[in-house]
């Protein structure tokens, strides 16, 4: 297992066009989470699944987000009529539940012209 | 989750120990200390957790008072590629999420 893994890694998207990210956690990690960054910022809590139900949502997050983890594997994360305020890094992390050392992913980096 | 405090930014030199301060002033009693790296364009990454006293593994030490109300991250001899964000939290392990504030910007010179 060589850790979280994001795809793509880059996306450029004109504004108003759908976005879809995924992400593959560690394998024996039954947390999920996303979050977004901006710059300067620390990350910001999106949402977590643990295994295939989510959780939490932040308020922050508008109905234009959406994330899925069907099986309680793999994720994605889901951006629909994306707006220029949606250019962000987008991370993942996993984790036991119970224990505070996440996993991160190298993130997945949304430009919206 | 309790509040942290910690400096915007700080710059050091190659070769020396850099220690960063976190304050934490209403830490509770379950609450343990954790402190993650961020080098640009990548995820951060977990370095260190304690709960009191000394910690210390092959990145970094982490010192914690008795009162717990605040710790300290040391990187002993840093070099150039310390050069990052570090982020200092505060919670319990059963917390459902991690909350990150802004961190403290490692600049590290020649």
């Known amino acids: 297992d060589t850790g979280v893994s994001q795809d793509p890694r880059h996306k450029i998207t004109k504004r108003g066009q759908n976005v879809t990210f995924r992400c593959d956690p560690i394998s024996e990690h039954n947390r999920l989470y996303w979050y977004r960054q901006t710059l300067g910022q620390g990350p910001e809590f999106l949402t977590y699944?643990?295994?295939?139900?989510?959780?939490?949502k932040s308020r922050l997050l508008s109905d234009r987000f959406s994330a899925e983890r069907p099986k309680g594997s793999f994720s994605t994360l889901e951006i629909q009529r994306t707006e220029q305020g949606d250019s962000a890094m987008y991370l993942c992390?996993?984790?036991?539940?119970?224990?505070?050392?996440?996993?991160f992913g190298s993130g997945t980096r949304l430009t919206v012209v | 989750l309790a509040k942290t405090t910690q400096p915007i930014s700080m710059d050091s030199y190659e070769g020396q120990e850099v220690n960063i301060t976190c304050s934490h002033n209403?830490?509770?009693?379950?609450?343990?200390i954790t402190w993650y790296q961020q080098f640009p364009s990548q995820g951060p990454r977990f370095i260190i957790q304690?709960?009191?006293t000394k910690v210390t593994n092959e990145v970094a030490s982490l010192f914690i008072p008795a009162d717990r109300k605040s710790s300290t991250l040391s990187l002993p001899r840093v070099s150039l590629s310390d050069t990052a964000v570090y982020y200092c939290?505060?919670?319990?392990?059963?917390?459902?999420?991690?909350?990150f504030g802004k961190g403290t910007r490692l600049h590290i010179l020649p």
């Open positions: 699944f643990q295994n295939e139900a989510q959780l939490e």
């Open positions: 304690g709960y009191k």
């Open positions: 939290l505060v919670g319990d392990t059963e917390d459902d999420k991690i909350i």
């Open positions: 992390a996993s984790s036991f539940s119970g224990h505070y050392g996440y996993t």
């Open positions: 209403n830490i509770a009693t379950n609450d343990y």
